[in-house]
């Protein structure tokens, strides 16, 4: 099977910076999408950037320009680096892809990794 395991998150104060990390485990064939999502305290959780396999990447509107995506297929690695954080981005990150396997194609999820931002 397949695991996420993130990395890179903590504390900040407002303003400042994050780079959250995901590595990728298993027999993986071919990435399909991975991104990362997150979720608050009380709310769903939601999208916050993914990228496919063909390189198309999608922000959510409220990182766009602060946040930046970047992933290593081959070293299976998922980086979000995150810039200018407020304390609304407080929120478990998740690191999730769609993944295809010898066995067909899976979703996974990380276990998360916590982001706290102070004003």
């Known amino acids: 099977q397949v695991q996420l395991v993130e990395s890179g998150g903590g504390s900040v104060q407002a303003g400042g910076s994050l780079r959250l990390s995901c590595a990728a485990s298993?027999?993986?064939?071919?990435?399909?999408?991975w991104g990362w999502y997150r979720q608050a305290p009380g709310k769903q959780r939601e999208l916050v950037a993914s990228?496919?396999?063909?390189?198309?990447?999608i922000y959510a509107d409220s990182v766009k320009g602060r946040f930046t995506i970047s992933g290593d297929n081959a070293k299976k690695m998922l980086y979000l680096n995150m810039t200018s954080l407020k304390p609304e981005d407080t929120a478990v990150y998740y690191c999730?892809?769609?993944?295809?396997?010898?066995?067909?194609?899976?979703?996974?999820w990380g276990q998360g990794t916590q982001v706290i931002v102070s004003s």
């Open positions: 990228i496919a396999g063909s390189g198309s990447i």
């Open positions: 298993g027999s993986i064939v071919n990435i399909n999408v």
């Open positions: 999730n892809g769609v993944f295809l396997l010898n066995i067909g194609t899976g979703n996974y």
